[in-house]
């Protein structure tokens, strides 16, 4: 593998109005509509070893609008489960539990549809898609979720799932990650197109 392109889906209803989205399947607004077809530039044209997307609707959708066609859906790539607190925002969590942070606090288990899942849970599918993504040639593309692509970042650096706090992800951005003399490094992070 040469390096790792990674897209965020473009914005949902949920993610604009900061609302915990993880397993909850919801379209892109039309603003992240115009945020996926930004990122065509660095798609069209180009050609992937590997290409893994979310089986999200919202991370399909920006992978197609984005130019990216040719595509695997990987289950591992799916958004932090957030059990209890899915669909509710941080504002809301604290006024029963003050001072909350998912990567220090986790989540409380929900219903059966969303029965939560720990950082650790998410580091080991990061881990896959990471062991995945080695494996190819050339130049990879992962499409999927703010969350969880903070923790695949911090474990491509070998960091522990709770670093992934390190690094802000908005929607409908670009992140890239390679090496630097062989080592694992983050080459982008966060851009806008």
């Known amino acids: ?22 397993r909850t399947d919801l379209p892109l607004t039309p603003k ?19 290409a893994l997307v979310s089986p999200a609707s919202r991370a399909r959708r920006t992978a197609e609008l984005a130019g990216l066609t040719d595509y695997e859906v990987d289950p591992d790539l799916w958004e932090w489960d957030y059990g209890g607190y899915e669909g509710i925002t941080t504002v809301d969590i604290r006024r029963t539990r003050p001072g909350w942070y998912l990567w220090r606090d986790g ?6 549809e969303h029965p939560g899942e720990s950082a650790q849970e998410v580091a080991e599918r990061a881990d896959r ?24 970042c911090a474990r491509w650096l ?11 992800l908005d929607t409908g951005t670009y992140s890239r ?13 966060n851009a806008p197109v």
């Open 32 to 50: 992240g509509e115009e945020q996926a077809r930004a990122l065509a530039p660095l798609v069209g044209g180009r050609s992937f070893g590997l």
């Open 129 to 152: 898609v990471i062991s995945r993504a080695r494996a190819a040639d050339g130049t990879v593309a992962v499409v999927a979720h703010g969350h969880l692509l903070r923790v695949l």
């Open 107 to 112: 989540v409380v288990p929900g219903d059966a």
């Open 158 to 168: 070998g960091l522990p799932a709770r670093d992934g706090r390190l690094f802000r």
């Open 177 to 189: 990650l390679g090496f630097e003399h062989g080592e694992p490094v983050a080459l982008t992070w």
């Open 1 to 22: 593998m040469d390096e790792m392109i990674l897209l965020r889906h473009g914005e949902t209803e949920w993610s604009r109005d900061g609302r915990h989205t993880g």
